[in-house]
């Protein structure tokens, strides 16, 4: 009898500790978080008709052009003039059928691009251009949110599986692990592509402290996760930002308010746009743009003069986006 006493006493010890939330949970407020202002510098670009992301690479400015019609990438130096434009959309040789997000951390001369939908491309920049230095395969299906942790592992974000977070090994061509929750929202979903649209998140990954930061567009929290344990440690909440809507409909019609966009990391600090606006919000003026340390602590928020949709910044802390301006695209740049 006392032997299994003892072992249900250690089930229900066992299922607690799992439930347990051991988490730092952070309340922070908007209005709180020192304001610096910026004026931005602008030059009118006339070279791209579809500017779908940007990348600083040491003095050079590189911008992805999404129009199949034209080159891929274009590339300007720091003070914004157009230097030239490499490779086409197609599937021969260093041609490519779509080129995504930053996969990892470059350097002053190369960049690691999501391309092709499976591969990584480690691009070079010389005197002489861009060029393809390496490509090599990551995944066997498309993804989204897709870093690569080492060597070996390669992170994304899962859609219409019970875990939103997964870790696939594309060297023995393995699934490793799948973590996280998906967090609560006024927005009730009724079915799982429901529940992965409002639970979106873009994530960045801090190699130094193995950490990854993921910024939700629906919910106003950024959550912080521990690579090595694949545990939740932090999560920090936006108190006084704007009310989500409630209404699912709604949601779909343009009505949810969207929170945080295309998060950036550099060698010091994390970026991240914080919209806090309807979606179907189309007199955007300004970019609020918050600041992080790399250990997920939210230090100032920057309010722009103009609204860029696409930005980076550099690792010395230069501010490069992409705005309109009387229906033409301009580069932007401000010293943070």
């Given at each position: ?14 299922t ?27 030059s009118?670009?006339?070279e ?13 400015i590189?911008?992805?052009?999404k129009?199949?019609?034209?080159e ?13 434009a ?43 251009g861009?060029s393809?230095?390496d ?21 994304y974000?899962?859609?219409q ?66 690579m ?15 009310k989500?809507?409630?209404s ?34 189309e ?6 743009l ?25 690792n ?7 705005s ?13």
């Amino acid at each position: 009898m006392g032997e299994k006493l003892f072992f249900l006493l250690f089930c229900v010890f066992v299922t607690l500790s799992c439930n347990r939330k051991d988490y730092e949970h952070i309340e922070c407020s908007i209005k709180t978080i020192e304001d610096k202002i910026r004026v931005l510098d602008t030059s009118i670009i006339k070279e791209i008709y579809y500017p779908y992301d940007i990348y600083s690479v040491g003095d050079d400015i590189l911008v992805i052009n999404k129009d199949k019609d034209n080159e891929v990438m274009y590339q300007y130096n720091s003070e914004l003039s157009f230097k030239g434009a490499f490779f086409s959309y197609g599937r021969a040789g260093n041609e490519f059928t779509f080129v995504g997000r930053s996969l990892r951390d470059g350097t002053d001369s190369t960049l690691f691009l999501y391309t092709d939908w499976f591969n990584c491309t480690k691009f070079s920049l010389d005197d002489h251009g861009v060029s393809v230095a390496d490509k090599f395969r990551i995944l066997n299906d498309a993804q989204n949110d897709v870093i690569i942790l080492n060597d070996s592992l390669v992170f994304y974000r899962a859609l219409q599986k019970n875990d939103p977070f997964h870790v696939y090994n594309y060297v023995s061509d393995e699934l490793v692990c799948e973590f996280g929750e998906f967090p609560k929202s006024s927005i009730k979903p009724e079915t799982d592509a429901d529940r992965d649209n409002i639970c979106l998140f873009n994530s960045v990954y801090n190699r130094i402290n193995g950490l990854l930061v993921s910024f939700y567009e629906s919910i106003p929290i950024i959550r912080i996760y521990d690579m090595v344990t694949y545990d939740l440690v932090r999560e920090i909440q936006i108190i006084d930002s704007e009310k989500q809507t409630a209404s699912l409909d709604g949601y779909y019609e343009g009505e949810g308010v969207v929170y945080f966009l295309r998060p950036v990391i550099t060698a010091k600090n994390i970026y991240s746009l914080f919209l806090n606006t309807r979606s179907d919000d189309e007199f955007i003026e300004q970019t609020i743009l918050m600041k992080m340390d790399l250990n997920g602590n939210l230090v100032s928020k920057y309010i722009l003069d103009r609204f860029c949709p696409i930005y980076t910044v550099s690792n010395d802390g230069i501010f490069y986006g992409i705005s309109m301006s009387n229906g033409e695209y301009v580069l932007c740049k401000t010293h943070l």
